[in-house]
């Protein structure tokens, strides 16, 4: 339902002003008394009402101003205040000594004012800032809003939202009192901005208040027209009307083209000398400088204050002029533009008014200016100053009144002088005598709140609609790039250096998909998920592409919608000879991951003690006896030391650059080049660029309690908002989930420390240590890129920051960049290990690009080191990555197994690569070469796997 604006001017003799306000007082009140609003609340229809003096100027009369925002029509409004309040009004009326014939309603059609822009009406504005909501639907929805409040208090702990919303659903049905509320009515007020398709171009004046969109000819094409349309209905047919006879005109003694260009000039002149015109004005105009009286102001904060919304009335004078009347019309109507713009019910990011309206008292330069607003008088003011588009707005209108702070161009500056507008405004505004609101404690955002409570009890559906529903609750929706941490797996978070001991095991479906469900099903209870798991332990689990089909959930069609390189795992023949894994490294020499040693579900155990990894293991193994899985494969992980940081197999300190997803409390403190979009690690979230990555999707039929959230849901959405779009048949599956790299590599410590000996004794060069042990660690250094202690060669070339002797203290540090630092590579050499892996600025240098380009390819490692019985070390590789082509398998083959890798020369990564004998390129060393490098680390099982979030896991679980 629409709203009418009652805006009722009758004029009585000046002499009287004091009395009838008097009378105002004594018979309605400010606030309106509770017995005379009681009957405008019974008949439910009037939202916000005023009876107002406007004072007279200069010798004429003063005007008695009722006005009122109502549902439906300004002619029903009158009639309801008529016949609920003519006691009251006929008092004051008499009082005003107006009087005439017919009924009170009579009377009050007869001075209605239609307000708008076109010419026949009475120059103003009306805004409705809760469109679509009638009085009683507001009060019925916040009566609503707190019994499920208190219904979901109530409610047991430990729900998931969408089980919570439907608990708190089936209890208010039952009650039977709110049956009304399960019946789905539109909410306009919680809609978003339209898409103007101009976004680009307006964005300058309309600031935040709208949101960044790209340009759309064919909406920008469509809000054009409807402008133009709406401005030629208004103020711009009578320059139509005009142009059209100057050109019919002109016709008669030149061609129509010569005509039209010639009245096209005269427009595009006489546009000039207007714009002239009005800047000489506004630069003549005189602002008042100078604070209100303390006696005005005291009497209007007399009337401010008692309810949770103000009524704000002001009287200002016109400057004279008919360009300034003009300009006035032209200013309401761009204000009312903010219809193709913004959010219904804002103006600009102003988001506090109820009602609003100026208009022009008849017959008279006086401007009032009339607003039911939230909050205190300061407040609303400041939000129009610090608001791009209020501030403009407010420019536009109040610069043609006499005394407002200097504007430029009708737009500009005004308000943006925030202590002088203050002042002025404060200036203006009159005492208020009668005032009436229909729902005194409910604010603009808490009537938006209540209608999303309704319209989410009634619609919502998806997952992400039960939090943004519980969210309605004393909070406000979260952003959709807020991390969801209780269901992201906490390994997607990090290594888990709390947890010192951890395990890895892999197991094998071998029965039906009932069983791999009932295992996920029995397991399930043990994941861990969240930022810092709070127990002292934590169990992950991922699944490869022939995990999740395994268990009898996603069809073809469904496995389909995973990545190519998901699907095809780590060990297809074309994928795993463009990983470098051939010849030794083959899938058919894997120890696990490929042919019958194939994985299905990789399971990682962390833990705080030795006793309670071993608690943590029985249980899992004992799960997966229970079924049909069968262990595939474990590994033991060296356990961290209780100080200091971890070493791998050749002795260097490991895990030192490693990327930090933004909104997590690891990322706080870091530097801009250590933080990565969470999108880059966790499915569902913005990337680097802005983008969601894609994410695999399953039929709706498989999630019945819509645990899952909607597929292709925009992120950008406006929420809450519980409508409902197009019906969707396909649920997230990848949301809060991510991807899992596992690669078993085993180090070959004594091949590496034997190269190590041999090309100490054969490399010369200047920058080379003379003692043999040092030069043995200067080689070690330059092939990896850091000091064994983990300091960086950019940082420390000559030797390692804890010294030879490691007395000192080592600064591991992290804090370098390669095209500032070392663009030759004479400290870091172009090849090795860290500057292949981390290319940091390398590859734009002196280019902010550089190093934005490098963290679309970064990946979390999550991987620890192991050690077997038989002596077999190595290093269990793991990482977390949102898109396994671009980022991992991008890092392995564009940059560490690159043999152009910065220019290089048939050279791979001196640790991962397949060697053959070849050299490593040493700058500043005769030859420039170390020579003989042989394999050092070989690849012994690996796969691909789908790390769930938890909502997708109980689904795959069944």
């Known amino acids: 339902m629409d709203h009418g604006f009652v805006t009722v001017v009758m004029p009585f003799e000046a002499a009287r002003a004091s009395e009838v306000e008097a009378a105002i007082g004594r018979v309605l009140g400010n606030p309106m008394r509770p017995q005379v609003a009681a009957r405008l609340q019974e008949r439910a229809v009037v939202h916000f009402m005023s009876l107002l003096v406007v004072p007279a100027e200069h010798g004429g009369s003063a005007n008695l101003l009722l006005e009122a925002s109502v549902d439906g029509t300004a002619e029903a409004g009158i009639d309801a205040i008529a016949e609920t309040l003519e006691p009251e009004l006929a008092k004051v009326l008499e009082k005003a000594g107006i009087a005439g014939p017919g009924s009170l309603r009579d009377q009050l059609l007869g001075h209605q004012l239609v307000l708008g822009q076109a010419w026949w009406e009475t120059p103003g504005l009306p805004f409705a800032g809760t469109p679509g909501l009638q009085c009683g639907r507001i009060q019925r929805e916040a009566a609503l809003a707190r019994r499920l409040g208190a219904i979901l208090r109530q409610l047991p702990d430990g729900l998931a939202p969408f089980e919570r919303l439907q608990a708190a659903r089936d209890l208010l049905w039952h009650e039977g009192n709110f049956k009304w509320a399960f019946a789905p009515e539109a909410a306009l007020c919680l809609k978003a901005a339209p898409d103007s398709g101009l976004t680009p171009l307006v964005r300058g004046f309309f600031g935040d208040a709208i949101p960044e969109r790209s340009f759309d000819a064919l909406a920008a094409m469509r809000t054009a027209a409807c402008i133009a349309l709406d401005f030629l209905a208004t103020i711009g047919w009578p320059f139509l009307l005009i142009a059209l006879l100057l050109v019919i005109g002109a016709a008669r003694f030149m061609s129509a083209i010569d005509a039209l260009v010639l009245v096209g000039l005269l427009l595009a002149v006489l546009a000039v000398l207007v714009v002239l015109r009005l800047r000489r004005l506004e630069i003549g105009n005189t602002p008042e400088d100078r604070e209100p009286a303390s006696a005005d102001v005291q009497a209007v904060m007399r009337g401010e204050g008692h309810t949770a919304q103000n009524l704000l009335f002001s009287v200002s004078r016109l400057q004279p002029g008919l360009l300034r009347r003009f300009a006035l019309r032209f200013s309401f109507f761009s204000v009312g533009l903010v219809k193709y713009f913004c959010r219904p019910g804002f103006l600009g990011a ?187 332990w934590a169990v992950s689990l991922a699944l490869s592409a022939r995990g999740v089909l395994g268990t009898g959930v996603p069809n073809a069609r469904d496995m389909a919608t995973f990545p190519v ?145 909607d597929a292709g849901m925009a992120e950008d959405r406006q929420r809450p908002e519980f409508a409902g779009g197009p019906n969707v048949t396909s649920r997230d599956l990848g949301r809060n989930g991510s991807y899992l790299v596992v690669r078993e590599l085993e180090q070959d410590v004594e091949a ?66 390669y095209a500032e630092q070392d663009a030759s590579g004479a400290r870091c050499p172009l090849g090795a290990h860290i500057r292949r892996a981390n290319p940091r600025d390398a590859l734009a240098p002196r280019s902010a690009e550089g190093f934005a380009a490098v963290q679309t390819h970064r990946v979390l490692r999550v991987g620890r080191s192991y050690r077997e019985p038989d002596g077999r070390q190595g290093l269990m590789f793991m990482c977390i990555n949102a898109s396994i082509e671009r980022q991992f398998e991008f890092v392995q083959q564009r940059w560490l197994l690159n043999p152009s890798f910065s220019g290089l020369e048939d050279e791979t990564d001196a640790l991962l690569g397949s060697r053959n004998g070849r050299g490593f390129n040493l700058p500043g060393c005769p030859g420039r070469q170390a020579a003989g490098l042989s394999r050092f680390v070989t690849m012994r099982g690996g796969g691909y796997f789908f790390l769930p979030g938890r909502a997708a896991l109980r689904v795959l679980a069944g």
């Open 565 to 709: 390189a998901f699907q095809q795992g780590m060990d297809d023949a074309e994928r795993a000879r463009a990983n470098g894994d051939v010849d030794a490294q083959a899938p058919a020499r894997w120890i696990w991951g490929s042919g019958n040693a194939r994985v299905d579900a990789v399971v990682m155990v962390h833990a705080a003690s030795p006793r309670t990894l071993i608690e943590r293991l029985d249980q899992v193994r004992a799960q997966a006896r229970a079924g049909a899985q069968v262990e595939v494969f474990f590994r033991r992980c060296a356990d961290l030391p209780q100080t200091g940081p971890s070493r791998e197999a050749f002795g260097f300190v490991d895990g030192i650059s490693q990327p930090a997803m933004s909104g997590t409390r690891r990322a706080k403190g870091m530097r801009a080049e250590d933080v990565v979009a969470a999108g880059e690690l966790v499915l569902g979230y913005p990337d680097q660029r802005g983008a969601l990555a894609p994410s695999p999707t399953l039929r709706a039929a498989c999630d019945p309690g819509h645990a899952l959230d």
């Open 752 to 817: 590496f420390q034997h190269w190590l000996d041999t090309a100490a004794v054969a490399v010369r060069g200047p920058d080379v240590p003379l003692h043999p042990v040092h030069r043995r660690e200067w080689l070690a250094a330059k092939l990896v890129g850091r000091w064994r202690d983990g300091s960086p060669l950019v940082n420390h070339p000559d030797e390692p920051a804890s010294g030879w002797d490691g007395t000192r203290p080592a600064r591991i540090g992290n804090s370098f960049a």
């Open 350 to 536: 102003n988001r506090v008014i109820h009602f609003a309206r100026w208009l022009v008292v008849p017959g008279t330069r006086q401007m009032v200016f009339l607003s039911n607003y939230d909050g205190s008088w300061q407040g609303y003011v400041g939000d129009f100053v610090i608001n791009t588009a209020g501030a403009k707005g407010v420019t536009s209108i109040w610069s043609n009144c006499l005394g407002f702070p200097r504007t430029r161009n009708l737009y500009d500056d005004g308000a943006a002088d925030r202590d002088r507008l203050v002042r002025w405004a404060r200036r203006q505004q009159r005492p208020v005598h009668g005032w009436y609101t229909a729902y005194a404690g409910l604010t603009t955002d808490r009537i938006r709140t209540n209608a999303a409570i309704r319209q989410g009890l009634a619609n919502a559906t998806s997952a992400q609609d039960a939090r943004d529903w519980l969210a309605c609750f004393g909070s406000a929706a979260e952003p959709e790039s807020s991390l969801a941490r209780h269901d992201i797996p906490a390994l997607a978070f990090g290594a888990l250096p709390r947890l010192r001991h951890a395990c890895l095991l892999g197991y094998a479906f071998c029965g039906a998909p009932d069983d791999a469900r009932a295992w996920l099903s029995r397991l399930e209870p043990l994941l861990s998920y969240g930022e810092e798991p709070e127990r002292p």
